[in-house]
């Protein structure tokens, strides 16, 4: 397209100038050729102007479709990572949560030495027997993988959506644990 | 690729300019219409030079671009009949 326009482009040039010099006015036969070649030269313009808006335009909408690309691919990151920057920040809060409490009770039982290394074995079997951690974890999980909440609650309690106390049971344990 | 197409109507015009001075050598006749012609032009042109902004505003167009037009008008027209007196 681009080879045509510069071909047409350059033989509007050549048939309007060459046998403007070339040829005596004079002679009739010369004369003649001289009007066709001018017809044909503001053929060959008008065509590679035509060619020319053609990918004027052209150019045109694929900056516009690139503009909006790239945009689009960088909603799209930044939504990515304002999400997984919540969802480590909730990680990290969950995490944090127990060792927290873990400590509170740790600076309670220094107040009683004697009991102190047993209370803490204690709480630590405790925590890693906690099936709450376990249940938020696989929640998580699920949520990391698109899951909304009725598939979640199907998955981890094994309860369908529907009225039932089991359901609404599920649900209740499933908000306190996400913390909605 | 805008410069392309504008520069390749420049050049259409200015053939176009050539065309109606080839037109004008052929016969007496023809050089007196083609004389009228460029006189009703000539002054068109100067009544729209002069009338700028109303007519800008009745073509719904800026006054920069009517100017632009007006003044690439007159260029394609003196090269066009440049080229064709001085070969």
Redesign the interface.
């Known amino acids: 397209m681009h080879l045509k326009m510069f071909v047409l482009s350059g033989a509007a040039l050549t048939l309007w100038l060459t046998p403007l010099s070339a040829l005596d006015k004079r002679i009739g036969w010369h004369k003649a050729m001289q009007g066709v070649s001018l017809c044909a030269a503001i053929a060959c313009a008008v065509k590679a102007g035509n060619i020319a808006y053609k990918l004027s335009q052209q150019g045109e909408i694929e900056t516009i479709k690139e503009r909006a690309i790239t945009a689009d691919v960088i909603d799209e990151i930044s939504t990515s990572a304002y999400v997984s920057q919540q969802q480590r920040q909730h990680e990290a809060e969950l995490i944090l949560s127990p060792v927290e409490c873990l400590e509170r009770s740790l600076s309670l039982d220094c107040e009683e030495p004697g009991h102190l290394e047993r209370s803490t074995e204690d709480k630590l079997a405790a925590r890693s027997e906690n099936p709450d951690l376990e249940q938020l974890e696989r929640i998580l999980q699920l949520q990391a993988r698109g899951y909304g909440k009725a598939k979640i609650i199907l998955e981890v309690w094994g309860v369908s959506k529907g009225g039932s106390p089991k359901y609404k049971a599920a649900e209740a344990e499933y908000k306190r644990l996400v913390g909605e | ?2 410069a ?2 504008l ?3 420049f ?2 015009g ?3 300019s ?2 109606l001075g ?2 004008a ?2 016969h007496p006749m023809a050089f007196k219409a083609i004389t009228f012609l460029v006189a009703t032009v000539a002054v068109v042109w100067t009544l729209c030079w002069l009338l700028d902004f109303s007519i800008s505003q009745l073509l719904k167009v800026s006054v920069s671009d009517l100017q632009a037009v007006l003044v690439s008008g007159l260029a394609m027209l003196l090269i066009g009949f440049g ?2 007196v001085c ?1």
Do not use: H
């Open positions: 690729m805008k392309m197409y520069a390749n109507y050049v259409a200015c053939i176009a050539s065309l080839w037109t050598s052929l080229v064709f070969t």
